[in-house]
Structure formats: C-alpha cells, structure tokens
Nanobody, 130 residues
Framework: QLQLVESGGGKVQAGGSLRLSCAAA????????MAWFRQTPGKEREFVAA????????VYADSVKGRFTISRDNAKNTLYLQINSLKPEDTAVYYC???????????????????????WGKGTLVTVSS
C-alpha cells in the first residue's frame, strides 16, 4: 500500500510561487506513476500533472502548462509540484495520487481519470489572494 502525505501548501499572493511535496512511505515508490490533482469546493477533482516513475515523461493540464512543474526524487520517495505565477483561480486543495505501473516507465495517460488513481494523499491547501 502506498501511503502519501502532502505538504507545502499555504497562503500566497498572486504572482508568487510555492513548491508542494508528497512524501511516500513506501520503498517501491518507483513502481508508481504519480500525479497531482486539485479540488475546489463544489467541484470535481481536477487533473493537474503526472510523471512516470523515472521522471523522464510528464504531462500537464492545459490550464497549468508553463507555470507548473512536476518532478520526483525516487531516492527520497518524494513527488514535487513547483507552482509559479500563482493566480487566484489556483486556489484549491492539492492532492497527490499514485498509479501502480508494475515497472513500466509510463506516465499512464495524458489526463488521469480520478477513478483510476490507486492511492491518494489527504491534500494540502493552497490559497492565492489577489
């Protein structure tokens, strides 16, 4: 089982930056493709970005391309999301999720369906003020 814990959220002004982290308590972290989602009240969880186990492939939602960067450090069992040029509409709870890929170095899909995620963290809140 992949246990995930997000951190790094907080309150920031528009135009600022944050780096979110997702720590995995799992020695086989590298067996998983990983992704970030976000959710605002009353809306479905939205796919943000995903990365293959090696970090060699990544995909992004159109709404965040050029501002968000997903990365991972398998030696530290940690996933990251660098968020730059924050906008008020980026305000959300950000979740990391894992998809078991059995050793295949794949990003899984260009856009992950929420119901295909195998494991979720509990989320970290990002609030962007204008």
């Amino acid at each position: 089982q992949l246990q995930l814990v997000e951190s790094g959220g907080g309150k920031v002004q528009a135009g600022g930056s944050l780096r979110l982290s997702c720590a995995a308590a799992e020695r086989t972290f590298s067996n998983y493709a990983m992704a970030w989602f976000r959710q605002t009240p009353g809306k479905e969880r939205e796919f943000v970005a995903a990365i293959s186990w090696s970090g060699g492939s990544a995909v992004y939602a159109d709404s965040v391309k050029g501002r968000f960067t997903i990365s991972r450090d398998n030696a530290k069992n940690t996933l990251y999301l660098q968020i730059n040029s924050l906008k008020p509409e980026d305000t959300a709870v950000y979740y990391c999720g894992g998809k078991y890929t059995a050793g295949y170095d794949t990003v899984y899909r260009s856009k992950w369906p929420e119901d295909k995620v195998d494991y979720w963290g509990k989320g970290t809140l990002v609030t962007v003020s204008s």
